[in-house]
């Protein structure tokens, strides 16, 4: 089954498209990667989604042009997807949308609001969607989040010790898989919420974000804003449990710096990445991680990189690309595998990683512009998951 899949996370910058064929094989999972591409929001619509994200207040009628305007962005992400990357052949499409709120109370999820209506992606491919991948787990008692917990302990597998899958974007979330042990998924806290809305915030040069941490690498880490920080309860909760910019956001941020001596702009960004490389290697080692595959944009930040790696002396950190699963599409193919994984009548959640009460199907199908025939549904899921010969990323 050749499938699509489209994600744009919590930094809400672009819309990543990744197409693979996948098969199963017995308890194997064969995936193709056919490439992957970037398409940034509309600036208008992107000033849409920062306008209507908490703490801010927002309408019906925005939330309304959100849905169908994410919708249609998605949409047309899509039709470049089949063209450029499936020879204008696919089988399936699966949208994570956009995430506008995660509702979370004493630790407890309570709802999860995800927009980009699929009936324009549908309409547009005439392809099946499988779209609102997190509530059903979430009606079963779990986060909602991470959902990659189940793609990445398929790939982890295949790595001895006690490996471990970190993606770095708004927020930073690791899935750990020990031996003899279920998987465990969880946020560790800010990756780039923090830096980006320092950014924007205080550099007054119009970035969106710190290009390559340049201004986190000429900038000297605070201690006692470090301090500060690390005291926020969420880095004591234990495992599975979840967090995002509802949390983590300008605001948060700005209490902080109302508390310490404020430091210099380049200070404030330096100490939100170490903030990130602490965090993620608290969870690292709280769980006796071994070896660290990172993938997501904060890779493409080498200061943050290093600063993880400081963090983690003697645990090799590496790429995801290494494994075969480019770095940059990741998620894209881990919703792809879950939207796969629905269509042939297949959990896509660990409860052990989501804390739900049992393993459920995830997501709602809206049919294409043909009649809905799906797979014959599988008996047995599958325990791993195996790169086949990928395909050339167009940029």
Excluded at 112 to 139: K, M, N, Y
Excluded at 266 to 293: E, K, S, Y
Excluded at 383 to 391: E, M, N, P, Q, V
Aim: net charge neutral.
């Amino acid at each position: 089954m050749r499938v699509i899949g489209l994600m744009s996370g919590t930094s809400y910058d672009a819309i990543e498209a990744a197409a693979a064929d996948l098969t199963l094989d017995g308890d194997t999972l064969l995936m193709r990667p056919l490439g992957h591409l970037s398409t940034p929001y509309a600036e208008d619509l992107r000033d849409l989604i920062a306008a209507s994200l908490p703490p801010a207040a927002t309408t019906t009628r925005d939330v309304c042009a959100l849905d169908s305007g994410i919708g249609r962005a998605f949409a047309g992400v899509a039709v470049r997807a089949l063209g450029e990357l499936c020879a204008g052949e696919a089988d399936l499409v699966v949208s994570h949308g956009q995430t506008v709120h995660h509702w979370v109370e004493d630790g407890v999820v309570r709802g999860t609001l995800q927009l980009g209506r699929p009936a324009w992606i549908a309409e547009a491919t005439g392809l099946p969607v499988v779209s609102d991948l997190r509530s059903r787990d979430v009606a079963a008692g779990g986060q909602g989040a991470p959902l990659v917990g189940l793609p990445d302990s398929l790939l982890l597998r295949a790595l001895p010790g006690t490996p471990a899958a970190l993606n770095l974007g708004g927020i930073a979330n690791v899935t750990v898989l020990a031996p003899g042990a279920e998987p465990l998924a969880f946020d560790t806290g800010p990756a780039n919420a923090l830096l980006d809305a320092a950014v924007r915030s205080f550099t007054g040069d119009g970035a969106g974000y710190d290009k390559d941490g340049r201004r986190a690498a000429a900038g000297r880490v605070s201690p006692e804003l470090l301090r500060c920080l690390l005291r926020d309860s969420y880095y004591r909760r234990p495992a599975p449990k979840t967090t995002g910019k509802e949390h983590f956001h300008l605001p948060y941020l700005r209490r902080a710096l109302d508390a310490v001596p404020t430091p210099a702009p380049d200070d404030v960004l330096a100490t939100l990445t170490r903030l990130t490389a602490v965090t993620v290697a608290d969870a690292c080692r709280a769980h006796g991680v071994t070896t660290l595959v990172a993938s997501g944009g904060g890779t493409r930040n080498p200061v943050l990189m290093r600063m993880i790696k400081e963090e983690l002396p003697g645990v090799p950190v590496c790429l995801s690309d290494d494994l075969g699963v480019p770095s940059d599409a990741k998620e894209a193919l881990a919703f792809a595998v879950l939207g796969f994984l629905t269509v042939h009548g297949l959990p896509g959640t660990c409860p052990s990683a989501t804390g739900a009460s049992r393993a459920t199907l995830l997501g709602s199908i809206t049919p294409g512009l043909t009649p809905l025939r799906l797979p014959a549904p599988v008996a047995r899921p599958p325990r791993r998951l195996r790169i086949t010969r990928g395909g050339r990323s167009p940029r």
